[in-house]
Protein backbone atom coordinates (compact mmCIF):
# COMPACT_ATOMS: atom_id res chain seq x y z
CA UNK A 1 0.00 0.00 0.00
CA UNK A 2 1.29 3.43 -0.96
CA UNK A 3 1.31 5.84 1.71
CA UNK A 4 0.15 9.45 0.37
CA UNK A 5 0.12 13.02 2.09
CA UNK A 6 -3.19 14.61 1.99
CA UNK A 7 -2.73 17.56 -0.02
CA UNK A 8 -6.06 18.92 2.11
CA UNK A 9 -4.29 18.81 5.39
CA UNK A 10 -3.13 22.06 7.03
CA UNK A 11 0.80 22.00 7.01
CA UNK A 12 1.60 19.64 3.81
CA UNK A 13 2.16 22.77 1.45
CA UNK A 14 5.35 24.27 1.87
CA UNK A 15 3.70 27.57 1.77
CA UNK A 16 4.03 29.87 5.39
CA UNK A 17 1.01 30.44 7.47
CA UNK A 18 0.25 32.78 10.20
CA UNK A 19 2.38 34.18 13.32
CA UNK A 20 4.55 32.47 15.44
CA UNK A 21 6.54 33.48 18.54
CA UNK A 22 10.30 33.23 19.14
CA UNK A 23 10.61 33.16 22.66
CA UNK A 24 13.74 34.08 24.75
CA UNK A 25 15.95 36.45 27.04
CA UNK A 26 18.28 36.82 24.13
CA UNK A 27 20.90 38.41 26.44
CA UNK A 28 22.90 38.38 23.61
CA UNK A 29 20.88 37.36 20.53
CA UNK A 30 23.54 34.80 18.44
CA UNK A 31 24.37 33.61 15.21
CA UNK A 32 22.42 30.42 16.23
CA UNK A 33 19.51 32.34 17.22
CA UNK A 34 19.59 34.41 13.89
CA UNK A 35 20.08 30.79 11.91
CA UNK A 36 16.55 29.78 13.81
CA UNK A 37 14.82 32.85 12.68
CA UNK A 38 15.90 32.47 9.32
CA UNK A 39 14.63 28.88 9.20
CA UNK A 40 11.76 30.03 10.89
CA UNK A 41 10.10 32.13 8.30
CA UNK A 42 10.37 29.59 5.59
CA UNK A 43 7.72 27.82 7.87
CA UNK A 44 5.35 31.20 9.02
CA UNK A 45 4.81 34.78 7.53
CA UNK A 46 5.59 36.55 10.77
CA UNK A 47 7.93 36.04 13.43
CA UNK A 48 7.32 38.16 16.77
CA UNK A 49 11.12 37.85 18.73
CA UNK A 50 9.78 37.73 21.84
CA UNK A 51 11.91 39.25 24.95
CA UNK A 52 10.46 37.28 27.91
CA UNK A 53 11.81 38.66 31.18
CA UNK A 54 12.78 36.15 33.67
CA UNK A 55 13.03 37.09 37.21
CA UNK A 56 15.41 34.12 37.75
CA UNK A 57 18.54 35.66 35.29
CA UNK A 58 20.45 38.68 35.69
CA UNK A 59 20.67 40.19 32.37
CA UNK A 60 23.77 41.41 30.93
CA UNK A 61 22.12 44.07 28.95
CA UNK A 62 18.83 45.86 29.40
CA UNK A 63 15.32 45.28 27.72
CA UNK A 64 15.69 48.29 25.83
CA UNK A 65 19.74 47.42 24.55
CA UNK A 66 18.53 43.38 23.57
CA UNK A 67 15.31 45.40 21.46
CA UNK A 68 18.01 47.51 20.08
CA UNK A 69 20.47 44.53 19.49
CA UNK A 70 17.76 42.08 17.87
CA UNK A 71 16.54 44.89 15.57
CA UNK A 72 19.54 45.81 14.48
CA UNK A 73 19.75 42.03 12.63
CA UNK A 74 16.68 42.47 10.30
CA UNK A 75 16.94 45.25 8.34
CA UNK A 76 16.86 43.95 5.37
CA UNK A 77 13.61 42.08 5.84
CA UNK A 78 10.39 42.68 4.45
CA UNK A 79 8.56 45.18 6.84
CA UNK A 80 6.66 43.53 9.31
CA UNK A 81 7.77 39.96 8.51
CA UNK A 82 9.88 40.32 11.91
CA UNK A 83 8.94 42.22 14.87
CA UNK A 84 10.59 42.39 18.29
CA UNK A 85 8.33 42.59 21.70
CA UNK A 86 8.73 42.07 25.56
CA UNK A 87 6.37 40.06 27.77
CA UNK A 88 6.48 39.17 31.00
CA UNK A 89 3.74 36.73 31.65
CA UNK A 90 2.50 33.39 29.96
CA UNK A 91 4.14 33.02 26.55
CA UNK A 92 0.53 31.17 25.64
CA UNK A 93 -0.61 34.14 27.07
CA UNK A 94 0.93 36.29 25.06
CA UNK A 95 0.86 34.24 21.72
CA UNK A 96 -2.90 34.11 21.99
CA UNK A 97 -3.17 38.17 22.67
CA UNK A 98 -0.95 38.89 19.28
CA UNK A 99 -2.94 36.08 17.30
CA UNK A 100 0.19 33.88 17.17
CA UNK A 101 -0.29 29.63 17.03
CA UNK A 102 2.83 28.73 17.16
CA UNK A 103 5.95 28.74 19.47
CA UNK A 104 8.99 28.22 17.93
CA UNK A 105 11.82 26.30 20.34
CA UNK A 106 15.71 25.99 19.22
CA UNK A 107 17.28 22.67 20.17
CA UNK A 108 21.16 22.29 20.22
CA UNK A 109 21.44 19.29 21.87
CA UNK A 110 19.96 15.90 23.46
CA UNK A 111 19.80 17.98 26.90
CA UNK A 112 17.87 21.06 25.52
CA UNK A 113 15.33 18.78 24.61
CA UNK A 114 13.97 17.38 27.89
CA UNK A 115 13.56 20.61 29.02
CA UNK A 116 12.13 21.95 26.12
CA UNK A 117 9.75 19.46 25.89
CA UNK A 118 8.43 19.52 29.60
CA UNK A 119 7.76 23.23 28.75
CA UNK A 120 5.94 22.17 25.91
CA UNK A 121 3.73 20.07 27.38
CA UNK A 122 2.84 22.79 29.83
CA UNK A 123 2.35 25.13 27.11
CA UNK A 124 0.00 22.64 25.79
CA UNK A 125 -1.64 22.19 28.63
CA UNK A 126 -2.02 25.67 29.27
CA UNK A 127 -3.56 27.10 25.79
CA UNK A 128 -4.24 23.88 23.51
CA UNK A 129 -4.79 26.32 20.30
CA UNK A 130 -1.18 27.26 20.42
CA UNK A 131 1.16 24.75 18.92
CA UNK A 132 5.15 24.13 19.90
CA UNK A 133 7.52 23.77 16.91
CA UNK A 134 10.95 22.47 17.80
CA UNK A 135 13.63 23.57 15.32
CA UNK A 136 17.31 21.70 15.13
CA UNK A 137 19.90 24.37 15.56
CA UNK A 138 22.50 24.49 12.54
CA UNK A 139 25.09 22.07 12.95
CA UNK A 140 27.96 25.35 13.14
CA UNK A 141 25.87 26.97 15.97
CA UNK A 142 25.43 23.77 18.13
CA UNK A 143 28.15 24.27 20.89
CA UNK A 144 27.09 28.60 21.38
CA UNK A 145 24.70 29.50 23.82
CA UNK A 146 24.26 33.54 25.09
CA UNK A 147 25.92 32.33 28.25
CA UNK A 148 28.80 30.78 26.53
CA UNK A 149 29.05 33.92 24.43
CA UNK A 150 29.31 36.38 27.51
CA UNK A 151 32.01 34.81 29.09
CA UNK A 152 34.14 34.13 26.32
CA UNK A 153 33.91 37.65 25.91
CA UNK A 154 33.82 38.20 29.40
CA UNK A 155 37.66 37.07 29.50
CA UNK A 156 38.43 38.66 25.96
CA UNK A 157 37.80 35.55 23.71
CA UNK A 158 37.07 36.48 20.21
CA UNK A 159 33.43 35.82 19.11
CA UNK A 160 33.36 37.70 16.21
CA UNK A 161 31.25 35.30 13.50
CA UNK A 162 29.66 33.85 16.31
CA UNK A 163 27.53 36.69 16.89
CA UNK A 164 26.47 39.91 14.51
CA UNK A 165 29.31 42.40 14.35
CA UNK A 166 27.23 45.06 16.22
CA UNK A 167 26.50 42.18 18.99
CA UNK A 168 30.17 41.86 18.96
CA UNK A 169 30.69 45.83 19.10
CA UNK A 170 28.65 46.35 22.19
CA UNK A 171 29.68 43.20 24.18
CA UNK A 172 33.63 44.88 23.59
CA UNK A 173 32.02 47.89 25.18
CA UNK A 174 30.13 45.89 28.04
CA UNK A 175 33.68 44.12 28.98
CA UNK A 176 36.16 47.02 28.41
Not at 7 to 22: E, K, M, N, V
Not at 43 to 70: D, G, H, M, W, Y
Not at 83 to 104: C, N, P, S, W
Request: proline share 5%; aromatic share 8%; charged share 25%.
Amino acid sequence: MHDSIDPTLPGTDRQTSGTALYPGTFDPITNGHLDIIRRGLNLFTRIIITIAVNPQKVPLFSLEERCELIRGCFGGFAPGQVEVAITDGLIVDYARKRDAHAIIRGLRALSDFDYEFQLALMNRRLERSVETVFLMTGFRWIYISSTNIKNAARCKGDVAGLVPPHVDRALKRKFA
